[in-house]
């Protein structure tokens, strides 16, 4: 009986930090756009989500994607590395792709870079201002 209990132990020990060290990774960052047609039965509500999501082609990027997702982040006090000219967050924000949505919306979205520029203005935050407005500045060219 006892050597059940310390295999249960142990093997609990053994998968926790499996666990831990898999959804703390990090993977490319990739955008995410609404999947208009659900082929796939929904089985789990859970899961139901995400089916909700797609990856996005190469061809559907938003054009500001790359270029403003930085900044978006840290905005939304999202950690990232970058290797490579790539951008990496921890699979679990990865995996939560209503998250991703948002912030692939967000790159492109004119009104959010001026909301937050107001923002700025209004809490003195001139450094941030600045680059907010070569952003924007950006989407009229």
């Known amino acids: 009986m006892k ?3 310390y295999i249960g132990l142990v093997s609990l020990i053994i998968v926790f930090p499996i666990y831990y060290y898999w959804q703390n990774r990090y993977v490319e960052l990739r955008p995410v756009l609404v999947n208009e047609v659900l082929h796939k039965p929904i089985l789990l509500s859970e899961t139901f989500h995400n089916q909700l999501f797609r990856i ?9 994607f ?5 900044w978006v982040l840290q905005r939304e006090h999202q950690e990232y590395i970058v290797k490579n000219g790539l951008i990496y967050i921890r699979y679990k924000y990865m995996n939560d792709y209503e998250m991703i949505w948002n912030h692939t919306i967000k790159t492109n979205n004119l009104e959010w870079f001026k909301s937050q520029r107001r ?4 809490n003195a935050n001139y450094q941030s201002k600045e680059k907010l407005d070569s952003i924007i500045n950006g989407f009229r060219n």
């Open 66 to 70: 790359y270029k403003n997702i930085k």
């Open 3 to 5: 050597k059940k209990i």
């Open 119 to 122: 923002m700025d203005s209004i």
């Open 56 to 64: 996005a082609k190469p061809n559907e990027i938003p054009p500001n």
